[in-house]
């Protein structure tokens, strides 16, 4: 149902181009790292991704009412205790992604009002690294017209979503290090796939590299990326 009516929104309040679908594994857990702009980011990924996508929801929204419980759950949300702290609700996605699924995560934490990137959280990096799963980078594009623009009915925007090669996540959990190089590499990747104008944070490598050496007192190379 929800399906249908995804559909029936994208014909009339946008077109859409997807890229690099193949790169989705076709079995077992993994993570998606989505950029977050002002669009319906999480909607779009959900729609053209060629496996379900799961997302983190406060547990108060399945206890309000089983049907709404059913719904929220058939679109792809699991139930994250609130006051578990963000160990808690790491575990809980880490655990999804165990169970073969794809846990979507905005690693960029808030939206971003200009479409830049901003400088990534590390929890979609210890997600991954405590399910032992890749990170696949996916970018939405020009989302943000779809509900800006929705009663000026104008030209229906092109919206294009990229998925990217798979990042190994490799590395400690409980280094520090390692848990930052990993988001640096996924944040990276993200940039890679999209136009020079949205790289933001991550326009200069080099100067990332240098600032998270800094803030950790750390010597961190880059880590190459292996395709999967």
């Not at 479409?115 to 929890?123: F, N, V």
Request: charged content about 20%.
């Amino acid at each position: 149902m929800l399906h249908v009516i995804a559909t029936l929104i994208r014909i009339f309040y946008l077109r859409l181009h997807v890229e690099g679908r193949e790169h989705v594994p076709r079995t077992g857990g993994c993570v998606y790292a989505i950029n977050h702009t002002m669009g319906p980011d999480y909607v779009i990924v959900g729609y053209v991704s060629p496996r379900q996508v799961f997302y983190m929801a406060k547990s108060e929204i399945f206890d309000f009412h089983p049907w709404l419980a059913a719904l929220v759950a058939g679109a792809g949300a699991f139930p994250v205790q609130r006051g578990a702290g963000d160990r808690g609700a790491i575990e809980q996605a880490a655990n999804v992604v165990r169970g073969g699924r794809i846990v979507g995560m905005f690693p960029e934490g808030t939206r971003s009002r200009n479409g830049q990137l901003q400088r990534g959280k590390t929890g979609m990096a210890r997600i991954a690294m405590m399910a032992q799963a890749p990170i696949v980078p996916v970018v939405v594009i020009n989302a943000e017209p779809v509900l800006r623009d929705v009663l000026k009915f104008q030209k229906r925007p092109l919206v294009t979503v990229r998925f990217g090669a798979p990042v190994p996540s490799a590395g400690d959990v409980e280094n520090p290090g390692d848990v930052r190089r990993l988001t640096t590499t996924v944040m990276l990747a993200l940039a890679a796939l999209l136009p020079p104008e949205r790289h933001g944070y991550y326009a200069d490598a080099d100067a990332v590299y240098q600032s998270d050496a800094e803030e950790l007192g750390l010597e961190l190379a880059p880590v190459p990326v292996r395709r999967m």
